[in-house]
């Protein structure tokens, strides 16, 4: 059984320990110490990663009574271990930050904590019912209150006689003995992590996204360290953006809406002007049927302009695109059923599409020649 000095104290960097085992695995070496630091995946939080001597540890993880540590070289005897705390001191920042945000929303909302995952950027949090957004801006006010007023948060060892007394969030039914954390006034949960030892330590909760997931909802948040990179990230983008547009920071928006209002009318322009085109363009077509390439064009174009030549004749192909990128493709017939053509077309040329009896649309991965060739070879 290995000694877990991460409960004794929660900020221990580095440590002396003796190695009991070292057997290779399929991911390195897994080392098991008679006392470790190094906290193992669980709970949602990743497992602690360092050094074990010089032995990089990528991972560690629990199996039963023990603490493995997966290693990427062979230790043994006495070594000098040292956690990659900064990464330990964010996970405790994060997990604290979920505590605190969890409890407040349960004691507004009602709902419990059902799911709960540390990623490299950001946490997820699952809950059992929906959150609206005006509560969840109240939830986040308080949660950051609680920060800020630097409450203790300490480690709780009850009897089971005890633990009857408790009105403790857990997710699960746990057997032998239960470590409740501690957020006085704020949160009371089951939990086997590791946590700062005061709330001020979390620096901020921030709400990312909420989407629906399942009954209830997702919600992403950024906390401490991670909050803050996130910030720096996203400031700088704005910056950039307001360089960009001319715009004071706090007027980007408008900015930006202006930017899409122009855009909306000069692609309207360029669709009136393109379909003048194509009309001078269909004036010189005639007979049963035309296949035109439109080099560089879209969707649109192709659906515009043999909509436009199947007045002129009575089968309009249209390619629009080019041999590199592929074309996107519209065939238009006042009098004929177009959907075996389509068919054909997609076998040949490797394409992907369909429509109705009167017009089709879609894609080939074909070039100019290939499509030409099956085209001067269809009987219509």
């Known amino acids: 059984m290995t000694q877990k000095l991460y409960y004794e104290d929660q900020y221990i960097k580095e440590f002396t320990a003796a190695v009991i085992s070292c057997d290779e695995s399929k991911r390195g070496y897994e080392v098991i110490l008679d006392k470790t630091a190094f906290f193992p995946e669980g709970g949602g939080q990743p497992g602690d990663t360092g050094y074990i001597g010089e032995s990089e540890v990528i991972d560690t993880v629990e199996r039963g009574e023990d603490v493995v540590h997966i290693c990427r070289e062979k230790v043994s005897g006495e070594v000098e271990c ?65 920060v800020y007023a630097n409450i203790p948060v300490k480690s709780i060892y009850p009897s089971k006689e005890e633990l009857e007394n408790y009105d403790y969030r857990s997710k699960k039914e746990i057997e032998g003995q239960v470590r409740l954390t501690s957020v ?154 177009l959907r075996a053509v389509g068919k054909e077309l997609n076998s040949a040329c490797n394409g992907r599409g369909g429509g109705k009896p009167e017009m089709i649309q879609g894609s080939v991965a074909a070039t100019r020649e290939e499509i030409e060739k099956f085209w001067n070879g269809i009987n219509l």
Request: negative net charge; aromatic residues 8%.
């Open 184 to 337: 006085e006034g704020i949160d009371l949960c089951a939990c086997c992590g590791t946590h700062v030892a005061f709330t001020g330590e979390v620096g901020i909760i921030k709400v990312i996204s909420v989407m629906n997931y399942k009954q209830g909802v997702r919600i992403t948040l950024q906390i401490g360290r991670k909050a803050l990179e996130d910030y720096c990230e996203k400031n700088k983008s704005v910056h950039e953006i307001s360089a960009l547009l001319k715009a004071k920071t706090n007027e980007i928006t408008q900015a930006v809406e202006r930017v899409q209002a122009q855009l909306q009318e000069v692609r309207y322009k360029n669709s009136q002007l393109k379909k003048e085109l194509f009309e001078l363009k269909a004036k010189n077509f005639e007979g049963k049927q035309c296949c035109v390439f439109d080099d560089g064009g879209n969707a649109d174009d192709a659906r515009v302009f043999s909509d436009l030549l199947a007045d002129k004749v009575e089968v309009a192909a249209v390619f629009s695109g080019d041999d590199e990128n592929g074309y996107k493709y519209a065939v238009t017939s006042r009098n004929t059923d």
């Open 82 to 146: 040292k956690l990659d705390f900064e990464k330990r001191f964010a996970n405790m920042q994060q997990h604290t930050g979920e505590h605190i945000f969890s409890g407040v929303l349960h004691a507004m909302c009602g709902l419990d904590n059902v799911g709960f995952h540390m990623g490299e950027s950001s946490i997820t949090v699952d809950f059992n019912g929906i959150v609206t957004a005006e509560q969840l801006e109240k939830i986040e006010k308080l949660s950051n209150e609680a």
